[in-house]
T-cell receptor
């Protein structure tokens, strides 16, 4: 079985501050991991993905995430927040080579607020 | 332009009146899926399809039906809608190899209100 836990349903940072959104996963096999962003009244867009290559993954808009197997984590970071980063962020897991290989499991989401 | 198109975008209807939400993709993707998004619950998978005539249940399939007669289309059917199916629905597609290692392309969503 696979699962995803996102710590913190709401995170608020000042513009220019570090963004850290936490994601922990559970999977019986090395997983595929994704971060998606959802802007108001829009569908989801891919930020970045991990599929067993480099553990530090760089995405769009200056975001990156590090896969840490020992901690079962895939936290999303950005060195300096911008007002346009305000959105909801979802961590997603897929477990290949298992009975759930065709299923995606979404975290409950973290809403990022950026203040002046 | 590569896209996933859902229709309608908004629908208000009454309990028990059958409805269909259409989904079409122009990327020749094998994998298509429906999700519902509810506050505090993230996205939950309703049904998915790995190719034509191949569909399977996701995490919350009760009260929904799907079909995949053509590769590009994956309609979601509510035979007898109830108020607890009021939600925001997303269709998505992707290519598929061993597992889902490619990004999902999402439609813009359909907001359903069942009175």
């Amino acid at each position: 079985a696979q699962s995803v836990t996102q710590l913190g349903s709401h995170v608020s940072v000042s513009e220019g501050a570090l963004v850290l959104l936490r994601c922990n996963y559970s999977s019986s096999v090395p997983p595929y991991l994704f971060w998606y962003v959802q802007y108001p009244n829009q569908g989801l867009q891919l930020l970045l993905k991990y599929t067993s290559a480099a553990t530090l993954v760089k995405g769009i808009n200056g975001f990156e995430a590090e896969f840490k197997k020992s901690e079962t984590s895939f936290h999303l970071t950005k060195p300096s927040a911008h007002m346009s980063d305000a959105a909801e962020y979802f961590c997603v897991v897929s477990s290949p080579y298992t009975g759930t290989a065709s299923k995606l499991t979404f975290g409950t989401g973290t809403r990022l607020q950026v203040t002046l | 332009e590569a896209q996933v198109t859902q229709n309608p975008r908004y629908l208000i209807t009454v309990t028990g009146k059958k409805l269909t939400v259409t989904c079409s993709q122009n990327m020749n993707h094998e994998y298509m899926s429906w999700y519902r998004q509810d506050p505090g619950l993230g996205l939950r998978q309703i049904y998915y399809s790995m190719n034509v005539e191949v569909t399977d249940k996701g995490d919350v399939p009760e009260g929904y039906k799907v079909s995949r007669k053509e590769k590009r289309n994956f309609p979601l059917i509510l035979e007898s809608p109830s108020p607890n199916q009021t939600s925001l629905y997303f269709c998505a597609s992707s290519s598929y190899r061993v597992g889902i290692d490619q990004p999902q392309h999402f439609g813009d969503g359909t907001r359903l209100s069942i009175l």
